[in-house]
């Protein structure tokens, strides 16, 4: 695993996950159902799994201007081939598997509530 330089960026990975945990919780005792605790992790998965390959692909853009052009036409394909494969994801999930819609929904915002944490130190900070 690749050590990450930027500190915020870690910080918010670590409150993302813990407001997913948390939304896991809360949904599972609101709804008394393991399905929309199970519909907030899969809603994470994705976002995480998005965030994953988003992160490696810009990782690759700072390489050398010789093998930017391929890069930048990997980085094109791979974001096509990103969003397919989540709307694949997500219509399996809510479609198939039956999971609540809003579950999914909390799990994709736990990332919001780490940028927004994030934001919110950063103004305190100053």
Known sequence: M??????SLRRIE???VAACGLFAVAAWV?????????????????VAFSYWMIKGSVSR???SPAGRLVAIGWFVVRILGRYALLAG???????RLHLP?????????????????EGFRALVGR
């Open 2 to 7: 690749m050590r990450e330089h930027d500190p």
């Open 14 to 16: 670590r409150n993302s």
């Open 30 to 46: 609101v709804s008394g159902q393991v399905a929309s605790a199970v519909g907030v992790m899969v809603g994470a998965s994705l």
């Open 61 to 63: 853009l700072g390489m």
């Open 89 to 95: 994801i997500a219509y399996v999930t809510i479609a």
């Open 101 to 117: 819609p809003l579950a999914l929904l909390a799990g994709v915002s736990a990332i919001v509530v780490g940028v927004a944490l």
